[in-house]
Structures are given as structure tokens and as C-alpha cells.
């Protein structure tokens, strides 16, 4: 028999087919929820086959959502996913793994997880997403403001690069003075000049 996952699966395709309905026909449809929202429940991917499990109410909204050529992303019947294949990229808390560098400078590096079989970068994101939430959450925001701040002073350096060639474009220089006892033009300080007449104050 299907479980309660597989039938909250067809109650959103049924979904999609009264989608032309008239709204006062929508509102004649009832679709109840009845089951304990704790139990666990596996979904697949649709682009990897990659088994997720995690609370039903979570996998319910899960199976709702679309990846961007429009089809689901999950399915809760195995059957229906491709083959899934382990990989060999790391979860990006695992002890192991190239981000644990960045996770130090946030305090996320007491966090493991010892997921090492994930099979591309997407199903790594949808695993972080779905497992750790919270903490890829606060990782895509250092990393972001990395980046932020990396894409600024890249724009101030063009700045003052622009700047310094406009100078030396124009000829700009100090303004200069003159040394009363040599009678020398002096550009910059009157004092670091230094003649017969000795240093000038």
C-alpha cells in the first residue's frame, strides 16, 4: 500500500489537474491531514535518486517544489527517480571537507557530519539545505559577505588606480618653493633641503 508521503504525492498532482477549475469548484475539494507530523519520511531526487529522509510535514513541502526546467524536484516513490550512484564529495560540515577552513572563522567547526558519498554540487546543496539548515545558512551568508567585501576592495583598488593615472596624466605635482639661501625652486619641503646654506627651516 502507498505510505502517507506517496498519497500527500498524489494529493499535489491531483492538485495540478483541477488547476483549471473554477474557484468556487476548488473550494468544494477538501484534502484532510490527519497523520502525526513527526514521523519520518524518504523522498528522492529527481535529478540525483539521492534518498532523503526527514519529517513529514517537511517532506510534504518538499515534494511541492520545482527545479527550474518546471518539473518536481522530489518524488516519493522510489521508482520514479533515476538510479542513484554514490559520489565522493563531502558534506561541507564533514571533517574532511575543503569548507571546514571557512567554518573556523564562524564557529562551525565543532559541527560534523559524516555524509562523504554525495553524488554532484547540487544534491550537496539540497543535503546541506535539508540536514543542516541552519548552519549552510549562516555559511552562504559569510561567504557572501566574503564576497562582498572582495568585489569592494577590488573597485577601490580600480578607483585609485584610475586615480593615480589621471594624476600622472595631468602633470600634477607638489607645489614648489623657493630656498632663500641657494635661490634653488625646491618641490615639497622647504626643510628636507639641504645647500650651502645649510638645512632650512
Avoid at 583598488?157 to 596624466?169: N, R
Wanted: charged share 30%; proline share 4%.
Amino acid at each position: 500500500p502507498d505510505t502517507d508521503i506517496q498519497r500527500a504525492q498524489d494529493v499535489r498532482d491531483l492538485r495540478d489537474q483541477i488547476g483549471t477549475l473554477q474557484v468556487e469548484e476548488q473550494q468544494e475539494i477538501v484534502f484532510k491531514e490527519i497523520s502525526p507530523r513527526r514521523v519520518k519520511r524518504t523522498i528522492y531526487s529527481m535529478t540525483s535518486g539521492e534518498p532523503l529522509t526527514m519529517p513529514r510535514y517537511m517532506a510534504e513541502r518538499a515534494i511541492s517544489k520545482r527545479l527550474d526546467n518546471g518539473g518536481y524536484m522530489f518524488t516519493a516513490r522510489k521508482e520514479e527517480a533515476p538510479e542513484y550512484k554514490l559520489g565522493e564529495i563531502k558534506c561541507f560540515l564533514h571533517r574532511e571537507s575543503p569548507d571546514q577552513v571557512f567554518l573556523q572563522e564562524i564557529g562551525l567547526s565543532g559541527i560534523y557530519c559524516p555524509k562523504a558519498t554525495i553524488a554532484n554540487p547540487h544534491s550537496k546543496r539540497m543535503h546541506a539545505l535539508h540536514r543542516h539548515h541552519d548552519e549552510w545558512e549562516a555559511y552562504q551568508d559569510f561567504l557572501n559577505d566574503r564576497k562582498e567585501t572582495a568585489t569592494n576592495k577590488r573597485q577601490q583598488d580600480q578607483i585609485d588606480a584610475t586615480l593615480a593615472l589621471a594624476e600622472k596624466a595631468s602633470g600634477t605635482s607638489l607645489p614648489k618653493v623657493r630656498c632663500n639661501a641657494c635661490g634653488q625652486e625646491i618641490e615639497g619641503k622647504l626643510s628636507d633641503h639641504q645647500c650651502q646654506g645649510g638645512v632650512q627651516g
